[in-house]
Structure formats: C-alpha cells, structure tokens
Nanobody
Framework: QVQLVESGGGLVQPGGSLRLSCATS????????MEWYRQAPGKQRELVAA???????NYVDSVKGRFTISRDNAKNTAYLQMNSLKPEDTAVYYC?????????WGQGTQVTVSS
C-alpha cells in the first residue's frame, strides 16, 4: 500500500521558517519525481517545487530564493525548507510522487503565516 505522509506544518510569523517532510512507503522512492503543491482557500492548487530523481529542482517564481526542495533516498523522504515566509504562503501543502502515469498524493499539511 502506497502512503505519503506530510508533516511539519503549523503557525509561523512572517519572516519565519518551517521545514515540511513527506515520508513515503510502498513505492521505489528513488525513481520518482517528488513535487510539493499548495492550495490556498478559494484558489487552485499550484505546483510550488519539484525535484527529479537526479536531484534537479524547479520552483514557482513566487518562492524562488526562499524555498528549497530536497530528498533523502535512504529515508524515502522529501523535504521542503521554507524561509522568509509571507502571509501569502498560507495554504495546505501537499506532496506528490510522480512516475509516468502513476501519481500518489499525501493528505496535506496546513501552513499558516500570520502575526
């Protein structure tokens, strides 16, 4: 059974940092592209960051220079380090494992940036 479990969300003040984790099981993690998405209330889900199995990364423009995606293949886990957080980063964050036509999603973790 495939499972993706996000953790690390919470309430943080503007300018603060959070590190999200996506622990996976049931897949050959190292061969999957790992992605982080977010969905704010009333908005469409958007792709925030992606990392290939070779370690290449991509980011949406709004988070470049602030967020860093990484992966630890030994731990079957992907991460999203979020620095200099802004109120507009408030959303539910989801991880996705992608391989061809096989996509798996986590349940999401809430990130709230507020003073």
């Amino acid at each position: 059974q495939v499972q993706l479990v996000e953790s690390g969300g919470g309430l943080v003040q503007p300018g603060g940092s959070l590190r999200l984790s996506c622990a996976t099981s049931g897949i050959s993690f190292s061969i999957y592209v790992m992605e982080w998405y977010r969905q704010a209330p009333g908005k469409q889900r958007e792709l925030v960051a992606a990392i290939t199995r070779g370690g290449s990364t991509n980011y949406v423009d709004s988070v470049k220079g602030r967020f860093t995606i990484s992966r630890d293949n030994a731990k079957n886990t992907a991460y999203l380090q979020m620095n200099s957080l802004k109120p507009e980063d408030t959303a539910v964050y989801y991880c996705k494992a992608k391989l061809g036509g096989s996509d798996y999603w986590g349940q999401g973790t809430q990130v709230t940036v507020s003073s």
